[in-house]
């Protein structure tokens, strides 16, 4: 079963490689898809966002990671996915999930499931607008606060782009 994880990744926390790693074990092929959206300014670039995640997740062996853009349904189907993987937070996140996955399902001519994985609960706090946010505000980059949030080189390129004493 060829499973797709999308998502924008600006950048990818720990959280997103936890879900991933769940992910692959009960997928037999598992694409993390980066959203490579021109509209949106993201952080990170496209290549960037895909350098974290090879760094991450690139030792696992069913795990792959590409880029897209367009409708999710029809990358789906290009890449012959069973389902698209989510990750839920909270309660809170079903209500749009489910929204997306309602829609994903209707513009996808092979009625696209998607599946969700709960957030372990001492990474359910993250996401990738709070790592930017305090990225952004924290005076010391090299703070076990964000350690527990991204991966070194994660937190090596915030410390770049913030250029943080
Ligand atoms: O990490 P994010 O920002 O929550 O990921 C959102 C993502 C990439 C899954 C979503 O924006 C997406 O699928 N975009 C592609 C366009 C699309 O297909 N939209 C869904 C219409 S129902």
Redesign the pocket.
């Known amino acids: 079963m060829t499973l797709i994880y ?5 950048p990818v926390t720990l959280g997103h490689t936890d879900i991933a790693m769940r992910g692959a074990k009960i997928a037999t092929r598992l694409i993390v898809a980066v ?1 490579d ?1 021109t509209n949106k300014q993201p952080l990170f670039s496209t290549a960037e966002r895909i350098a974290f995640l090879q760094d991450a997740l690139g030792h696992i062996g069913n795990i792959e990671i590409d880029s ?1 853009s ?4 029809e990358y789906a189907k290009h890449k012959h996915a069973t389902a698209i993987l ?1 990750g839920l937070r909270s309660p809170g996140d079903f209500e749009s999930e489910a929204r ?1 996955a309602t ?2 399902r209707l ?1 996808s001519a092979s009625n696209i499931e998607t599946i969700f994985i709960p957030a372990s609960p001492p990474l359910s706090f993250i996401s ?1 607008g709070i790592v930017r946010e305090a990225a952004l505000y924290i005076n010391n980059l090299d703070d076990a606060a964000l350690r527990n949030m991204v991966s070194p080189m994660v937190q090596d390129a915030l410390k770049k782009r913030f250029n943080s004493k």
Not at 6 to 10: E, L, Y
Not at 70 to 73: K, M, R
């Open positions: 999308p998502g924008s990744f600006d959203l959206n897209f367009g409708l999710l349904a989510r997306y829609c994903n513009l990738s």
